[in-house]
């Protein structure tokens, strides 16, 4: 059986600011597919993510998304946004962070203090617990959410974005700012939710290595180009020094595992260096 479809791109062009940052992009992701968009700063990775959200217009091409025009569909995606942070001074629990999650949903959230202890509140409280639960963020979610740590505050807007079942999430740098046992054990908690709750899941990441076991398609955004295909293929030496035209290597570690060297980090991409 074919999976279905999730989000769909197709010959996808963008403009900003008069400059063309990324075009002729052709993508299927599919339900438990899990697809990282990477790439060097303002290449288009958030703009991308914007795209499928229906917030950014496409200068060509077409984007369908969960079988419908790009903004049409957006109860059914969670959204993790870039650069979040809590004040530290913030008193809101995380589990009531969790719980926006499913405000204005079809939970038919919020309702009164006063609610008796209703049937939608209910099924929201026991969807609050599976999502803390299913991130493993149990041991601190009565905790204030500004003195939480990075890692914990992640996992918690991770499943704030799980809260409501979505069928694609879309997490703009969800490593970012994280330690590198805390990328590893975010990758794979994101791979888990992808494999076990079927959900498609669109990730932007700024280094590959952290991801790389995980993922089932990469889409390689950089000044010269654009790449698609599974790791393998796009994570190659000869592949990435023609995106980046600087040498970058691709070894392959004792257990397998791919590490890419030498690629270019936080440079801006500049308008002159466009195709
Ligand atoms: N609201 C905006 N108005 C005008 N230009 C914008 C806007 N947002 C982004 N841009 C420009 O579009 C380009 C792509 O930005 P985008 O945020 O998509 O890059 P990115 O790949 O996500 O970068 P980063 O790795 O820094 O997050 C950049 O040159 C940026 O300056
Ligand atoms: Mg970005």
Do not use: C
Request: hydrophobic share 45%; net charge neutral; aromatic share 4%.
């Amino acid at each position: 059986m074919k999976a279905r479809s999730v989000v769909t791109l197709r010959d996808a062009a963008v403009e900003r600011a008069g400059r063309r940052l990324w075009s002729g992009l052709g993508l299927t992701v599919t339900a438990g597919e899990l697809v990282a968009v990477l790439g060097p700063n303002g290449v288009g990775k958030s703009t991308l993510v914007q795209v499928v959200l229906g917030g950014f217009t496409l200068a060509e091409g077409e984007v369908r998304v969960l079988g419908e025009p790009a903004g049409r569909a957006n109860e059914r995606i969670g959204y993790l946004p870039q650069r979040r942070s809590f004040d530290p001074s913030l008193r809101v629990r995380g589990r009531d962070v969790v719980r926006l999650g499913l405000d204005g949903h079809r939970w038919g959230l919020p309702l009164p203090d006063w609610w008796p202890g209703g049937t939608a509140r209910r099924a929201a409280t026991a969807r609050v617990q599976e999502v803390i639960d299913l991130v493993g963020a149990g041991a601190y979610a009565d905790r204030p959410v500004g003195e939480l740590s990075g890692g914990e505050q992640q996992r918690l807007l991770i499943a704030q974005a799980l809260a409501p079942a979505p069928e694609l999430l879309l997490l703009d740098e969800p490593l970012d700012s994280l330690d590198l046992p805390n990328q590893a054990a975010i990758a794979a908690l994101i791979a888990r939710i992808s494999r076990t709750q079927g959900v498609a899941v669109m990730m932007v990441a700024h280094d590959v290595n952290p991801i790389l076991s995980h993922l089932d398609t990469v889409v390689y955004l950089a000044p010269g180009g654009s790449r698609i295909g599974p790791p393998h293929q796009v994570i190659t030496g000869a592949a990435l020094t023609q995106l980046f035209g600087t040498p970058i290597e691709v070894l392959t570690a004792s257990d397998g595992r791919l590490v890419v060297i030498g690629q270019p980090e936080r440079h801006e991409v500049t308008a002159g260096r466009q195709p």
